[in-house]
């Protein structure tokens, strides 16, 4: 708004925001000091913003250069106050901020909020809205905020039920006011003790000073006028950069309050890599792995949020070139020493030096990922579990680092327990077996029943589960491994015939060889199959992958693999379905039955032979009604 009048502003909050400050409300106790954090976290964001605008209009900052952030008390009036002169906000920042959630990604993130105050209240500092934090300890909140080189002054006022008002101020200078009247349960957070403690807790690497205004604490021992005494502003935190010290001189929980700053997670990192690259360019990285993984992780988005410094100066969280997206799980600092301090974000995007940092890093986080896998096969396991399928967008992504990426990808199989690699697959292929045999679907406990594994399993034969949708895109950019080729077992080319079984001198010993007559029998039937399914199939022939089952749809080797064709169906980029190989199991019961009165007509068999195929693949079928009628033709045959 361009026009605002002297009147009180009242507005609704978002329906979103409604149900979040419900949350927070509600959130636990042993939770609510992360609101300072929140507070604090959000204060040092507005004050890097505004550094990095300044270098561009240095008349932003003009008599107010040195950025902090203060806390002071009122005991009489059981208010908390936080503030910074930061870049402050406009009546429509103010708005739109503190009233809606705006961003991308709305309703995923509503979508995770489950009502179980401890893990929505990770997740609200993760979106970005960890302001509504302070409503966890407070009946009423007062913003008053002026946006730097602006006259006017607004302030927003809520006790977080439903809505807001907006009023117009007045403020000293720019940035941030916030007061928290603190509820009666809240008021240890008016001891400066207890304020410093969470500050020294969890903000002590923020790069600018914290400060505490208020008289200093009762001396032991002093006359009754000595008591109270105003010794001016007491800096609560060391206020240097964290990724500038010796990483020596850093202790582990120190590391995991900056890493939970950087984040707004609640985990701990996994892996923390604090180093100083020198050479043709200079640059210092804090990088963490996080265990958890954030609940945005796979939005279409697939923005990666390290933040960018150059020479200790905020410049960007949003630098695309920095990190590939399929790092982006990766968070923490890199400060350059070669960029200029003026650079702009648009001059970022190609840029050498960046290109330069980005490859180092990546070579850097493939390195020591490689390294927890042969040395921590556990820690590597969950790891695994949280980000393996980012990864795999790397190996579709990035030909240069595909090499690398496939020794670190990992799979369940239908032989081992746990994870194995590519490289333990090849030490354990059966005698004669020269493919890495893999199975595509959504669940593992799914794609084990699957008819196409039987012949597989017979002769012990692994195969690989892959269940990430992106495994469809990077295998057609893989067609071997060491030399050995992937192969589908749902494609009609994957063929057991050379390969030993478990026991070699059992192959195939409890089989019977087939007759004259039943191969006629089977041949008959492959060309009666054939006449009454007409184009509904590919092609119809007799396998040897299936033991249990009497039949089962494999793909043609130049057409798209089942899985694949159904994900695509599902996401309306494909319309129609190829047919598929129909493989029949020549020593099942109910084939041989069909194969003895092949020269019948068998159009209804036919038919329902198929449709039995369908659904264990997990297909809709074209025309249920007609599986339906021919199924109770046959079973009113069959007890008649």
């Given at each position: 708004m361009s026009d605002q009048t002297n009147a009180t502003e009242t507005h609704s909050f978002q329906a979103e925001v409604g149900r979040l400050l419900d949350i927070v409300a509600n959130a636990l106790y042993s939770e609510r000091e992360i609101f300072l954090r929140e507070l604090i976290s959000n204060a040092a964001d507005a004050c890097d913003r505004l550094r990095y605008r300044a270098l561009t209009a240095p008349e932003l900052i003009e008599g107010d250069t040195e950025f902090a952030i203060d806390l002071s008390t009122d005991a009489e009036a059981g208010t908390l106050t936080l503030s910074d002169n930061g870049s402050g906000m406009t009546h429509d920042e103010l708005v739109e901020n503190l009233g809606t959630i705006a961003k991308s990604g709305t309703s995923n993130f509503m979508q995770q909020l489950t009502g179980d105050a401890k893990k929505d209240v990770s997740l609200i500092g993760q979106f970005g809205v960890g302001f509504y934090s302070a409503f966890m300890v407070s009946s009423k909140v007062e913003v008053t905020s002026r946006a730097a080189g602006d006259d006017a002054a607004f302030t927003w006022t809520s006790d977080g039920k439903g809505a807001f008002t907006i009023d117009p101020a007045s403020r000293d200078g720019r940035g941030t006011t916030i007061v928290m009247h603190l509820k009666d349960d809240a008021k240890e957070f008016l001891e400066e003790q207890r304020l410093s403690h969470i500050v020294k807790t969890y903000s002590d690497h923020i790069p600018l000073p914290i400060r505490f205004h208020g008289p200093a604490p009762e001396l032991p021992g002093a006359e009754d006028e000595e008591k109270v005494v105003d010794v001016g502003p007491r800096q609560l935190n060391e206020a240097s950069a964290l990724w500038t010290r010796s990483k020596f001189d850093i202790e582990d929980e120190q590391y995991t309050e900056f890493y939970r700053h950087v984040s707004h997670g609640f985990d701990e990192p996994s892996m923390t890599l604090h180093f100083r690259a020198e050479g043709v360019i200079e640059y210092t990285g804090l990088i963490f792995i996080p265990t958890a993984r954030p609940f945005d992780l796979f939005h279409p988005d697939r923005k990666s949020k390290l933040k960018l410094y150059v020479r200790r100066v905020f410049i960007?969280?949003?630098?695309?070139?920095?990190?590939?997206?399929?790092?982006?799980?990766?968070?923490?600092?890199?400060?350059?020493?070669?960029?200029?301090?003026?650079?702009?974000?648009?001059?970022?995007?190609?840029?050498?030096?960046?290109?330069?940092?980005?490859?180092?890093?990546?070579?850097?986080?493939?390195?020591?990922?490689?390294?927890?896998?042969?040395?921590?096969?556990?820690?590597?396991?969950?790891?695994?579990?949280?980000?393996?399928?980012?990864?795999?967008?790397?190996?579709?992504?990035?030909?240069?680092?595909?090499?690398?990426?496939?020794?670190?990808?990992?799979?369940?199989?239908?032989?081992?327990?746990?994870?194995?690699?590519?490289?333990?697959?090849?030490?354990?292929?059966?005698?004669?077996?020269?493919?890495?045999?893999?199975?595509?679907?959504?669940?593992?406990?799914?794609?084990?029943?699957?008819?196409?594994?039987?012949?597989?399993?017979?002769?012990?034969?692994?195969?690989l589960y892959m269940t990430d949708p992106v495994d469809e895109f990077w295998i057609g950019q893989v067609p071997e491994f060491e030399g050995k080729a992937l192969k589908s077992v749902t494609r009609g080319s994957a063929a057991l015939t050379d390969i030993k079984a478990e026991d070699a001198d059992k192959d195939g010993e409890d089989k019977p060889e087939e007759s004259a007559d039943d191969a006629m029998e089977i041949s008959a039937l492959v060309t009666a199959l054939k006449g009454s399914l007409g184009d509904a199939v590919k092609d119809v022939r007799k396998t040897d992958r299936l033991t249990a089952s009497p039949c089962c749809l494999v793909a043609d080797e130049g057409a798209m693999d089942i899985h694949l064709e159904r994900l695509l169906k599902q996401h309306n980029q494909l319309n129609q379905s190829s047919p598929r190989i129909l493989e029949i199991n020549p020593d099942h019961a109910l084939i041989k039955a069909m194969a003895a009165k092949a020269t019948e007509n068998m159009d209804d068999a036919a038919q329902l032979l198929l449709d039995q195929a369908r659904i264990m693949e997990g297909e809709t079928l074209p025309d249920p009604a007609a599986f339906a009628r021919r199924m109770t033709d046959v079973m009113t045959k069959a007890l008649g």
């Open positions: 960007t969280d949003e630098c695309e070139d920095l990190v590939p997206s399929w790092l982006r799980f990766l968070r923490g600092v890199i400060d350059s020493e070669d960029l200029p301090l003026n650079v702009s974000r648009e001059m970022l995007q190609n840029n050498p030096v960046v290109a330069k940092i980005q490859a180092g890093l990546i070579k850097r986080i493939i390195s020591e990922l490689t390294k927890m896998a042969e040395k921590d096969a556990e820690s590597y396991e969950a790891f695994w579990d949280a980000f393996g399928a980012v990864i795999k967008e790397g190996v579709y992504e990035s030909a240069e680092h595909r090499d690398a990426l496939l020794k670190l990808v990992r799979f369940k199989s239908t032989t081992q327990p746990g994870l194995v690699s590519l490289a333990e697959y090849i030490e354990r292929m059966k005698e004669g077996q020269n493919e890495i045999f893999y199975i595509t679907g959504e669940d593992a406990e799914v794609l084990e029943k699957s008819p196409q594994l039987e012949g597989f399993n017979a002769k012990g034969v692994e195969v």
